[in-house]
């Protein structure tokens, strides 16, 4: 499988007949080859995108719909091959890739409808006789950048409004997970869009996503990744005022109050810190309980993390709880954070290594990891440690809980926990983050925007603004002639 690079809807080996290896973070084993991109390769991507902008920015929505809507008809035939691959190059337990890939079709659906209401709005001017209408057309030429944590469903919170509004596109899936993502982005190829309107490189992130950011054909830069090359990214995007979504990393914290239920907070909380081995962007990475609660929430946390099940193969146990990591690089930040906590006096409850068993001995595993007896200054604490950790701290008053909770440079999401409603809107007030989550470990809804205050980024995806970041307001002013002029 080596022709993976689509350019102008043709299926193209890269012009250097290099590739790179896809590997199972579970096994260490090979699972395909696929194309590394060059330079060439990605600007045949550009313009392919710019020659097909015409096209289908005029399409009339109603057809855009179609096409999108059949796209997703395509991928739901392949959904179980999709979520497959998926478990083997990311490592996540089978259940939790087929509801990503279910997700995705949704969110594809929910912006092809979309596509039929993009309206703008019109006034009479104040200052004679004028009338203004306000457009709301396409940006033009999308570069699409994804991480490996979600790769399908990173990739369809852009495409769904880029594509709803009028956009063309050349997206680029991480490398460590690509192949879910193509065949994702294929099935819109395979519905019949228009050759050059979903562009797909793989290959190497600095190299031809660098391109994809500096080249001026791309006018948008959608991009989901770590704050590092977020930066690098708004940086370069600057130089050309090019407009851009960056989706960056997060340290969520969740806020366990006095009146929490337990039996509602405990489980969520797990869930939350867990589920994807801790690599999530809005993954909590820090508890705060208040200390009235906190030795029975530690105690309940601690036993429930020590009976989670770890799979070292995801296919098999669908619905284990977690898998490996995705990359030595991503285990060694995690034993870095953990052996600094543990260092600077911090006491481990469960975990704090990785696994001995012999299924795990070849993969990228550690074990999940509850701590207590935190310092602010701890790594854990201060950085996004991207892993299966938990470290639970307590706090007094509501207003030291909140202000240990905004005490990061990161600002995606936060949870708090309590059956008082005062305390749930003070807290939604003063937590600096893009998304609260009250008495529910998740802050994604197709229809409410999605983003990050503070490093955690610039913008929204999903909802109403997410398809408004896909397109220009333009003012349209008219001067009408009266009777007697
Ligand atoms: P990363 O920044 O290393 O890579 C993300 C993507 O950018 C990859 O496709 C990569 O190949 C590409 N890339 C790398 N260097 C580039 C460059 N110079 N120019 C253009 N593209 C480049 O991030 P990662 O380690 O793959 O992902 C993990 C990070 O993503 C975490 O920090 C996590 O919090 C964040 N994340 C954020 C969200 C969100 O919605 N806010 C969601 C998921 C992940």
């Keep these: 499988m ?7 809807g043709q299926w193209r ?10 590997t199972n973070p579970a096994t260490g084993a090979a699972i395909a080859d696929v194309s590394s991109a060059t330079i060439a390769d990605t600007q045949a991507a550009l313009l392919a995108a710019e020659n097909a902008f015409p096209i289908w920015s005029e399409m009339p929505g109603r057809e855009r719909a179609r096409l999108m809507h059949r796209a997703m008809n395509v991928f739901r035939a392949k959904l179980d091959e999709a979520s497959r691959l998926l478990t083997q190059e ?23 409808d979309e596509s039929r209401r993009i309206e703008g709005t019109h006034f009479s001017g104040d200052m004679g006789p004028t009338h203004s209408f306000i457009l709301k057309q396409p940006i033009g030429v999308v570069a699409a950048i994804t991480p490996w ?9 852009k495409l769904g409004p880029g594509l709803a509004a009028g956009c063309t596109f050349v997206v680029k899936p991480p490398s460590e997970a690509p192949l879910a993502a193509t065949i994702f982005a294929r099935a819109f190829h395979e519905a019949g869009l228009p050759p ?12 031809i996503g660098g391109e994809m950011v500096t080249n001026p054909i791309s006018r948008k830069i959608a991009f989901t990744g770590s704050t590092r090359t977020g930066i690098w990214i708004a940086e370069q995007a600057a130089k050309q005022l090019k407009a851009v979504t960056l989706e960056l990393g997060g340290s969520a914290p969740f806020i366990v109050c006095r009146d929490a239920d337990l ?18 962007c809005i993954s909590v990475n820090r508890i705060f309980v208040q200390r009235e609660r906190f030795n029975e929430f530690a105690e309940r946390f601690a036993d429930a993390a020590s009976k989670l099940h770890v799979t070292a193969d995801g296919i098999a146990e669908p619905d284990a709880d977690m898998g490996p990591m995705i990359s030595a690089a991503g285990l060694e930040t ?5 052996d600094d906590a543990r260092e600077r006096g911090a006491k481990i409850l469960v975990g704090g290594a990785s696994p001995t068993e012999p299924q795990y001995a070849n993969g990228l595993f550690y074990l999940p990891t509850v701590l207590v007896d935190m310092q602010r200054d701890m790594r854990m604490m201060q950085e996004e440690t991207f892993g299966p950790v938990a470290p639970i701290a307590a706090f007094d008053s509501l207003e030291e809980g909140i202000a240990m909770a905004n005490d990061t440079p990161y600002g995606l999401a936060a949870y708090v926990y309590t059956q008082d409603l005062d305390t749930a809107f003070y807290a939604a007030r003063k937590l600096r983050a893009g998304g609260i ?3 529910v470990n998740d802050i994604t809804d197709i229809r409410g925007p999605f983003g990050g205050m503070k490093m955690s980024g610039i913008g929204r995806e999903l909802g109403q603004p997410g398809l408004d970041a896909y397109m220009e307001t333009k003012h349209v002013r008219y001067r009408y002639r009266t009777p007697n002029e």
Excluded at 263 to 280: K, N, Y
Excluded at 334 to 338: G, L, P, S, W
């Design 196 to 207: 050059g309107v979903v562009n797909i490189i793989t290959g190497d992130g600095p190299l």
């Design 263 to 280: 039996d509602i907070a405990v489980p969520e909380a797990l869930r939350r810190t867990f589920s994807h081995t801790g690599q999530i």
């Design 437 to 439: 989550g009250i008495n």
């Design 90 to 112: 990311h490592g996540k337990p089978l259940n939790d890739s087929i509801k990503e890939c279910r997700y995705s079709a949704d969110v594809i659906d929910f912006y092809a």
């Design 334 to 338: 995690v034993r870095q954070h953990v």
């Design 2 to 8: 080596t022709e993976t690079l689509l350019i102008n």
């Design 13 to 22: 080996a890269s012009s250097s007949g290099e590739t790179f290896t896809v």
């Design 149 to 157: 944590n979600f790769p399908v469903d990173l990739l369809a919170w």
